[in-house]
Structure formats: C-alpha cells, structure tokens
C-alpha cells in the first residue's frame, strides 16, 4: 500500500485535476471523458478520412423504416414540432464526428425546406444526450491547420439552423458533455432530467484542447464569465441542480416526462405562452464581470490560480481565458468564433495535447481484456479485511452491483469498516452525487461478518470472488486462503491486495493452499475510491478465468487495469525505488530540500518527492526502499544512502502522520523545516550545500525513473508502453501532459535521452546507465509510439 491516503491531497495540480481530477488521481474519473468540439463535427468535404472501426465498415443503407444512420427518423407533430433524436447504433453512447455531422447536415437540409416546421426538439434514444466527439477525428488530421475550415464549415450548420428562425429545445438526459454540450448551447432552451447520471460540462482542457465548436464564447454568454471560466478551466461537470441555479438549462424535469414537456415547450415558444428567461447577475457578479475594477481583479485571480495550478506546462488554460477576453470585447460578429477555432488548431498543435490524447486513447486500449478466455460470472464478492484498503475495495464493489462480504476479527473493525462506505456514500448523496435511493441500495448490498459470526460459511459458500486487504504478512495471507478454500465454492477466485509479497510464494501450494491456479494478485491504491489504477499481477499457475475474472471485475470496479508480472515492487513501486534512492543522493549532496520539490513540480509532477515521502509516511518509503535495494534490481538502486530514511524512522519521524517528517506540521497547510531537521540534515551531509540547476536535479531523478519503466518493458513485467505509461500516470502522477515515461522519450528522443544518461553514468556511478531496451531504441531510432 504505497500510497496512502493522504497522498490524494497533495496531487492536486490543475492538470493533473484535468487527467485525474484535482484532489486525487482519478479516472478523469477517467472516465472516457467526452471531448468535445467542433473540430470533430464537419459536414464537409473538408472533413478528413479516417479509419472505420468493425462496427462502421460495412457501409450504411438507408430505408424508409431507418432513413438516416446516427439519427432516428424525424417525428413532426400536428403542431410543427420536429423530434429529432440522435441515435447512434454503433456506439452504446452518442457521440460527434465528422460522419455524425455530415449527416446532421443532409438531415437539415432536408427538413428545413418544410413549411410546417413550427420549431425542433433535439433529444436522443439513449441514455445519453451527447458524450462528446470523436476524439480520434482530430488526431486523423496531420496538418492541424485543416481544422480551422472543418470547424467554420460546421459553425455555419449552426448559424444555418438558427436563421431558419424556428425555437429550438435541447431535452438532455444523461451526458451531454463536450460537443454535447456546444450542440446544446446553440439551441434556444435546454431542459433536462434530475437523473444522477445527466451532467453538463466542457471537459476539452482534459485533453490540451478548448471548447471550439463557439463553447466559450456561448458559455460565458450564457452563464456569465466567472461560473464559465469555473468550468472550461477545471474541466468539472455540473449536475442538474446547479445547472439550473447558473442557468445553463432552463428547466428540469422527470426523465419520464422529458419528451413531452419538451414538446410542450417548444410548442409554448411559438405560441408565445413560453417566453425563455434571462439569468440576471446577483449584485456582486456584477461589480466582478460588469465594472473595470472588478474585471481587473477577477483576470488578475484567474490568471493567478492558472499559473500556480499549472506551473506554466499546460498552454489550454491560458487558450481559454485569451478566447473568452477576445469574445468579450468583440462581441459582435462572427470574429469571436474564428478567433476560437485558430486558437483550437493551435492547441491541438500541441505536444501537450498530443501526450494527454494519448492517456485517453491508452485508457481505451486498456479496457480489453487481456485473457483468453471469458471471466467467470461473479454475482458475490467477500473482502477480507475492514481497513482503510478493503473498506475502500468494499464500497467500490458495491456500487457497482455487486453483492458483498466485508469480514474482519471483530464486530468493531466490521463497524470501522462500515463507518467509512457510509461515511463516503453520505458525502455523495450531500453533494447529489447520488440519490437516497442509490444510498440504500449500496448500504443494503454490503453484509459485514466478523469470525464468531454463525452465518459466516453459508454466505461464503456462495462467493464467486474473495479479495484480501490485511497485513503484509506472508503467513497470515497464506492461513487466510486456507479458511476461505474451506468454505468457497472450487471456482471462487482469490485475489490477494499485497503490494510486496510475490503472489508465488502467497500461491505455493502446500497444506494451506489447495487451489493455486485461482489465485492471482489485485494491487489497488489507497485511498481505492479515488485512485484509478489496479495492477492485476498472475504469478505462473494462475489460471486464464482467474485472471480474466479480476480483470472484469476490476474493470467494473471503474478501475483502469494493468497486468504485472510477478516481481518485486510489480510495476509502480518497482520505478519508485530508483526515485527514493535519488532523492536521498541529491540530500546527501547537499540539495535542499524545498529545491528538490520545486524542481520537480516545475517538471510537471504534482508533488514534490521531499513531500511525497513526507505524506506516503517516512516509515513506508524506507520499509519499500529497503526492501527493493535488497530484491532483483541491483546496481539500479544503487547511488544513495538510505540510511537518511531508516534514520529518520528510529527517531519517530515518519511523516504527516506523525506531525514530524523532512518537514515539521502544524494545522492541514502549515509545514517548515525546523531546526532538528535542519541539524540531522547538516550531520547527514557533513555540511555540504549545493547549488545543483534545476535541470540537473530533474534529470536525475527522472532519468532513474524512466530508466526503471524502461527495463520493466525489456524485462517483460509491464505488455507494452502503453500499460507503462497509464501505471505511472495513474500510480505516482508522472507529468501527464508528457503523456507518461514512453511518450516523454520519444518527445525528447531516446538518444537524446541515452547520452544524458551515460553522462551522469561517466560522472556519478553505473547506476545511471541505460537499460539494454533504451540503448538498442536509441541505436536504431525508434520510438515508443508509432
């Protein structure tokens, strides 16, 4: 358990936000984002080709019964209302590409010549308004530029349907993110559902991109400049309450009478008995976004909490704050728009857009199961161990469906255990992140068992998957199996959450284990509902159910899964090792110790490692390091003195935890270096200061790093780079607008990278010598990705 909890605090950069959001690494919620724009929405012959999918190979012919491909035939009522509704068959949700468009076209076209046409209501046949674009249409176009025509032509579709002069009414229910959303912004009213899973955002800043199908122009028009800058910054969603306290839909309403009403609406728009509603400005807003004074310091603390949050390496923010000021002081005309679409096609110019496509494009080819055979169905899963970890593994489960065994020692840690889901859930349904009726449904699914109770062998005759999240201890995991074989049907799984035990020598069969090819590693992350990673880790006799099992489960579990070879360390804490060993060299040397922190936040890592050690706890960085300098690395973790840690552990200075770590703490914010500190680091160094460059110190530990993920490659314990970068990115918030270690080398060029890298060799120790993977790349010029 490498990372604890704490450590989702302090990952808090604002991209770093935009990949995993700000407090923590999560999925993006990763979650497929839906990235917009209008880049992606061409109706022209402008729009370039790109390759089908299976599902979009065979060509599309249309039918009286079935017109148009990606939309349902259009329904007018004797009123004049034209229902259109999107309805993609290929895709579970809809989405926006240069296909979508083009017909969206010809659909137009089509209806607009139409005399009874009163007004149109746009909804959709899923449960999903509009999820985004089709973000690999953008990365089909070479020469980015070509996107300026593709987005203007797809601007004038828009512009086109206005002047027909008919209302138009967006009913929303589900996602309508990204061009979704834009789509929505371009109608007259929006009305959508109270449903928990409809939400509103423009997520583009996730993927180095800007709202550029006219979002920020229309947003902030809409909304005002504050709750829209809120917004295209930070990439966040907002549900359907606050929509409509900020105005960005007019109405809400049941998802069963969401046609209906929108229907209505339309109808009262023409009629005159439905006139749409200005949002006014609270007295406040208005000295903000409306007065000189007040603009000038709302731009002054804007710009102020992009540059802190951003340190200057991600260019979408400031794209996004130079489009909204241009819009504002022309905000007649079209110009604002084409000011929008250049500054699009710029941003998807970007290397930093390019390497957070990546991330996005990587979280897709990883939800494929690698196994080949089908996962075992799984209706039960029994988590063994209360604690933070397997409370944590419980509530993730839960919500996802399935029914679940949290068993410990006693009722209390049972209890604890429940305290924790319960306390979480309560935090979502106070935030509307969750209806009561979800809550009761998720604490109804979760059934605590302690030893003594009497039921505890019928419930696990019953259990499909048995997680285990208790203490690193070999023979407490091993005596562990042996209960649960005892009372688990023969198929049930066993996944064992260690984070340093060989899964082996927990598999090796024996008086205690009776079913080795059903055991197989599950290494989450703490805290587990906010960190996206799961490293699935088969040691040689696990079977192909087994691990597909745990790789569908924990797909389900909204996890973003990679399969680990059984080593030390796995993947992720197998690179930190390099990283603790470094620092403690770089100390050694005499640099201090608020200059390494900056170094590598200024290199784009969330945290800095002084800080990262000090929140993961002094005594787990040691117990880790320790362990790796004595496992399979050898001279890779060499170079240090680590006696800095253990020294450190033996005086009680384990961290945040304790109040005491490299830095001293005092409230949630407050933390120096005191003077007994600042004494055992002038005892450790023998007084010595340096004055390493900031390029130097960064180079130093990534290369250690990058060196480490590049021999996990060679070595076979990571698939591919793409696994490599997601662990990284995901575990340990490698940069990601450097897309991960693999995409960060062929951005610098392996041998580039190798040279840097025999120099410090040449100077500092072997060490930091190249991996024979990173040498051969760099001898034959190859890279990475493509």
Request: net charge positive.
């Amino acid at each position: 358990m490498m990372l604890n909890r704490a450590l989702r605090k302090t990952l808090a950069s604002q991209q770093t936000r935009s990949i995993l959001r700000q407090t923590g690494l999560r999925p993006v919620r990763l979650i497929a984002p839906s990235f917009s724009t209008a880049a992606q929405t061409s109706s022209s012959s402008l729009a370039p080709p790109r390759a089908s999918s299976a599902s979009e190979s065979t060509p599309f012919v249309s039918t009286p019964s079935r017109k148009y491909e990606y939309f349902t035939n259009v329904e007018l009522t004797p009123s004049g209302v034209a229902v259109i509704k999107f309805d993609n068959p290929n895709k579970k949700v809809n989405t926006l590409s240069f296909s979508v468009m083009r017909e969206a076209r010809t659909l137009w076209d089509e209806l607009a010549s139409d005399p009874a046409l009163k007004s149109v209501v746009f909804t959709s046949t899923k449960d999903c308004f509009i999820a985004g674009a089709d973000i690999f249409d953008i990365s089909s176009v070479k020469n980015k530029e070509e996107l300026v025509p593709v987005i203007e032509e797809a601007l004038m579709f828009f512009l086109k349907m206005k002047e027909r002069g008919v209302p138009m009414v967006a009913a929303i229910h589900g996602p309508a993110l990204g061009g979704g959303l834009e789509w929505a912004l371009w109608c007259d009213y929006r009305i959508c559902t109270d449903s928990p899973s409809t939400k509103l955002g423009l997520p583009e800043v996730k993927l180095g991109l800007l709202p550029g199908f006219g979002g920020t122009q229309n947003l902030t028009s809409l909304v005002g400049v504050q709750k829209a800058m809120d917004m295209m910054l930070t990439g966040k969603d907002v549900r359907h309450d606050k929509a409509k306290k900020i105005g960005l839909v007019d109405l809400v309403v049941a998802p069963q009478s969401l046609e209906s009403v929108a229907i209505a609406t339309a109808e009262g728009l023409v009629n005159g008995t439905i006139k749409k509603k200005q949002p006014k400005k609270s007295f406040m807003d208005k000295m903000i976004e409306d007065t000189p004074p007040g603009q000038y310091l709302m731009w002054k603390k804007i710009q102020e909490m992009v540059d802190k949050n951003t340190g200057g390496n991600y260019p979408a923010p400031y794209a996004i704050i130079d489009c909204v000021k241009y819009g504002l002081s022309h905000s007649s005309g079209l110009d604002k728009y084409k000011h929008e679409r250049e500054q699009f096609a710029k941003l998807a110019a970007t290397k930093e857009s390019e390497a957070l496509i990546g991330i996005f494009d990587a979280m897709t080819q990883q939800k494929k199961n690698p196994s080949k055979v089908d996962p075992l169905p799984v209706r039960k899963v029994a988590v063994m161990g209360a604690g933070l970890m397997g409370a944590g593994i419980a509530q993730v489960t839960a919500e996802k469906g399935y029914e679940v065994l949290l068993k410990d020692r006693d009722d209390a840690a049972c209890g604890r255990g429940i305290t924790y889901m319960t306390e979480n859930w309560e935090k979502k349904l106070k935030r509307k992140r969750m209806t009561k009726h979800q809550f009761d449904i998720n604490t109804s699914r979760v059934i605590p068992l302690a030893d003594g109770t009497s039921s505890v062998k019928r419930h696990f005759a019953s259990a499909d998957l048995v997680i285990e999240a208790v203490f690193e201890n070999l023979e407490l995991k091993r005596q562990i199996i042996q209960q649960v074989e005892e009372m688990t049907p023969d198929h049930c799984v066993f996944a064992t959450n260690t984070s340093a035990i060989p899964i082996a020598s927990i598999a090796a069969p024996g008086p205690e284990v009776k079913r080795p090819q059903n055991i197989v590693g599950m290494h989450y992350f703490s805290p587990v509902p906010s960190m996206p990673l799961l490293e699935i880790i088969p040691h040689e006799g696990t079977s192909d159910e087994a691990l597909a099992t745990a790789f569908a489960v924990g797909t389900k579990q909204g996890k973003t899964c990679i399969v680990v070879k059984d080593v030390p360390g796995f993947y992720v804490n197998r690179c930190l090792g390099p990283i603790l060993v470094e620092v403690s060299a770089l100390v050694k040397e005499g640099v201090p110790l608020e200059t390494l922190d900056k170094a590598m936040k200024k290199f784009g890592m969330p945290v800095g490692p002084i800080t990262l050690i000090d929140e993961v706890g002094v005594d787990v960085a040691s117990k880790v390091s320790t362990f790796l300098a004595s496992a399979d690395l050898g001279k890779r973790m060499g170079g240090g003195d680590l006696s800095l840690m253990t020294n450190m552990v033996e005086k009680g200075w384990t961290g945040r935890k304790s109040k005491q770590g490299f830095f001293t703490y005092s409230g949630k914010k407050d933390k120096k270096i005191g003077p007994q500190v600042t004494a055992y680091l002038k005892e450790f160094t023998g007084g010595k200061v340096s004055n390493m460059s900031e390029v130097d110190i960064q180079d130093r530990i990534a290369t250690r790093l990058v060196n480490e993920a590049a021999k996990c490659l060679e070595d076979e314990i990571i698939e591919n780079p793409v696994a490599g970068d997601i662990g990284l990115v995901f575990g340990i918030g490698f940069a990601p607008f450097k897309g991960g270690p693999f995409r960060y080398l062929d951005a610098v060029g392996v041998g580039q990278y190798v040279d840097r890298m025999n120099g410090f060799a040449d100077t500092l120790g072997e060490q930091f010598e190249p991996c024979q993977l990173l040498k051969d790349y760099a001898a034959s010029g190859k890279k990475f990705h493509g």
